[in-house]
């Protein structure tokens, strides 16, 4: 008999802790009653279920990454380009997620959402040319992606909250055409610039050298005009010296004319002490 009890005791303790269940923040929950679904979306919290009648399968509700290899796609030009992006994704209706996976949690990133997702990234590089691709703006580019996956994935109880590219690698044939013609395009430029250089610094060379031949110029005519203008004032003043006193203009004209003569010290010079050279050389009344 107390063999009995205690069995009922431990029996009645099972069946009322397999009568709780437990839903955490970040996730929700499916109900099943004789494996058929009785609720859904439950929410987090403490809560209550039939035992060995009702099922509980939680799901987790947060937002998830979904990572993928880089995958050669087609242009609209018929050219490849090598994609690598991830995408962020959650799980919008429960019971149409349990239905679409059937409780498997790894089938929805493996074999549900990546092929909508890669699809979603063919439809729009198709429509696009290379240039497009490779320089458009990120963030347009995902608003677009994450519309066609959305659109794509409708039914599954998934939404796509954001698909971002991490790289794109051309091929490396066409890798290497790229750069060809990119430096092809550079060294051309560079030659255009280069010339336009030179062409630039001639002219600068010719403008420099037509200005000095013209400032030259122009101090040359204004120094043969000082000293044309230097000569008449000082002929001028030697006329009013003259003029003034003549003797003493003389007097002084032959002083120059003994310095200029004797200024050496070395020279030899013949003349007649009678000569009027030497008329201010001698005593002071040889001059008269």
């Keep these: 008999?107390?063999?009995?009890?205690?069995?009922?005791?431990?029996?009645?303790?099972?069946l009322a802790l397999n009568s709780f269940f437990v839903v955490k923040e970040g996730e929700t929950a499916i109900r099943f009653r004789f494996s058929r679904i009785a609720e859904t979306a439950i929410e987090p919290g403490l809560h209550l279920k039939l035992p060995?009648?009702?099922?509980?399968?939680?799901?987790?509700?947060?937002?998830?990454?979904?990572?993928?290899?880089?995958?050669?796609?087609?242009?609209?030009?018929?050219?490849?380009?090598?994609?690598d992006f991830f995408a962020k994704w959650r799980i919008d209706d429960v019971d149409s997620y349990y239905l679409a996976t059937q409780g498997d949690e790894q089938y929805a990133p493996a074999r549900l959402l990546s092929p909508v997702v890669k699809e979603a990234l063919r439809n729009v590089i198709n429509q696009r040319n290379?240039?497009?691709?490779?320089?458009s703006e990120r963030t347009n580019l995902s608003e677009v992606l994450v519309a066609v996956a959305n659109e794509a994935a409708d039914g599954f109880g998934i939404e796509v909250v954001d698909i971002r590219i991490k790289r794109l690698d051309l091929p490396e044939r066409v890798s290497e055409s790229v750069f060809e013609r990119m430096r092809a395009e550079r060294k051309r430029v560079a030659n255009e610039l280069r010339s336009e250089g030179f062409e630039a610094a001639e002219n600068i060379r010719s403008n420099a050298e037509r200005e000095r031949r013209v400032i030259v110029a122009e101090a040359e005519r204004d120094a043969q005009r000082m000293r044309g203008e230097g000569d008449a004032r000082a002929t001028e003043i030697y006329a009013q010296a003259y003029g003034a006193d003549p003797e003493f203009y003389a007097f002084h004209r032959s002083l120059e004319a003994y310095r200029e003569a004797f200024g050496a010290g070395e020279d030899v010079m013949v003349l007649d002490p009678e000569s009027d050279f030497f008329r201010y050389f001698g005593g002071p009344g040889r001059n008269r």
């Design 1 to 14: 008999m107390r063999t009995l009890i205690v069995a009922l005791v431990v029996i009645a303790g099972l």
């Design 52 to 83: 060995m009648v009702e099922d509980v399968q939680v799901f987790d509700a947060r937002i998830r990454t979904l990572d993928s290899e880089p995958e050669p796609y087609l242009t609209n030009e018929k050219k490849d380009v090598n994609v």
């Design 130 to 135: 290379l240039r497009d691709v490779v320089a």
